[in-house]
């Protein structure tokens, strides 16, 4: 588990960065840095192998033999600090002093063939044989090793010795320790080795840090997407960055708020949806009940009187029409919803579409002594449109005039035309309270004065998708107890009917 955490694969990324880095700049330098040193070593112990060896040669050729140079060896023992071998020419130790200040003494041959001196305290290295024998052929000759003695690297260089003829008559081998190099290079590796735990120190710490600063907001959206996963679109990142994981954050806050006013949409949708479900059964439900009712009087034979049974029966219709209606407007305003009606465009006069439409309410009106009074001017000219949308439209509206008026009222039905063609249906009824009128145009909404009246509610919002499908403007003004006014404006020359 822990492998997967971010801060663990942070954390491991960082310390094998540096461990890389540093382990192998440390090598580089580690070998870089004896290289330099031994090189440098090697150079001035050859300088110094060849300058022994010029004092040599100049000493044997004006001594013949190996003579009276005793202090001399001391003092190049002590400026060599290293052992110094005076060779013959076949390679046999003549002189040989302790080195390095050891107080080894330093011996002298007698002449050339003879043992060195007793003084000499150790045997030759091996690899100063493999240097002699490259001396003694006339080459100098360099050689690396590691010293059980001294428990250290070793250099030994070896150098002839030549006569003003250019005859090797012995060779100068020069042994030391590498002990300064090989102490500095511990010194420098323990260095490296603190700054490389230190740098590990820090790599740890900028892992776990970054790891804070990446993995909080990141568990922060997590719980927010959880949140919004168990429907809560209220939850928030709290995120306030600028890079990549703030976008990040504020796109989910901006889901979220989406989410959320999604949500709301659906719920209000799906509230409209109950409200239409519970008010079409509420619709339904009174004239089933009068129709059931007056069924089961009549079967059970409760009623004899023919008068009576015709009654009966004529409410019975009346109530089964209502249900035809209710059920054909609930179809028509499901088709107006849904945009699938198709328009029979054509050139409408409107006018006498208007006095047609009177003609056939008057029926109506006069049932309740009702006068239709018409002001239609007769220059209006032909609109396109669909003449029995415009019909089903003025139905609707002076239905309504009529409906909702007293007895003895005028209902005056107009038309002009100005910049667009104006029909005004107003009448002197009960009138609209004005905190009422927003609500009009809902499904099933009726005033609280006509709850009784037998309409269903849905004629005005047919009528004002009618109006939208006309491309026309429809405006309802209305004052309690004085009278309602209805202005439908249409353009002229409106092409743009679908
Ligand atoms: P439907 O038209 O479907 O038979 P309805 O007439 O009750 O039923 P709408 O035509 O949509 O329904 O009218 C909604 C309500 O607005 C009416 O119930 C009535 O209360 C009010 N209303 C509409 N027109 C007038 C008017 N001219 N005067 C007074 N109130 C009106
Ligand atoms: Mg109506």
Redesign the pocket.
Known sequence: MIRKRIAFQLTTGFVLIVLVSMLTLGLIFVQVFRQYAFESRQQTMLERARSISQVVSENMQSNGQMRGFGGLMRFLDTMAEARVWIMDKQGNPLILTGGMGMGMGMGMGAGSGQQAHSFYSGPLPAEAKNVINDVVSGKESISQSFSDVYQEATLTVGVPIMDSNKNIIGSVLLHTPVNGITGALYKTISILLISLLIALAIAIGLGVFYSIIFTRPLKAMNNAALEMAHGNYGARTGINRQDEIGQLGSSLDYLASELAGAMEKINQLEQVRRDFVANVSHEFRTPLTVIRGSLEALSDGTIQNPSDIESYYKRMLSETRSLERLVS?LVELSRLQSGKITLNIEPVHIPSLLFDVAKSMQSIADKKKILLDCHISEDIPPISGDYDRFRQLFV?FI???I???PENSVVTIHADKKNTLNVIIQ?Q????AQEELPY?WDRF???D??RK?????????I?RHLVQLLNGQVSLD?QIGK??T?TIAFPFGSSSIA
Do not use: E, R
Request: glycine share 18%.
């Open positions: 407007d609707i239905d309504n005039a409906k909702y008026s009448d009824g009960y009138g609209i009009i909404y009726k005033t004065k006509s009246s037998s309409g269903t509610g849905l004629g005005l919002a009528a209305s009278g309602t209805v």
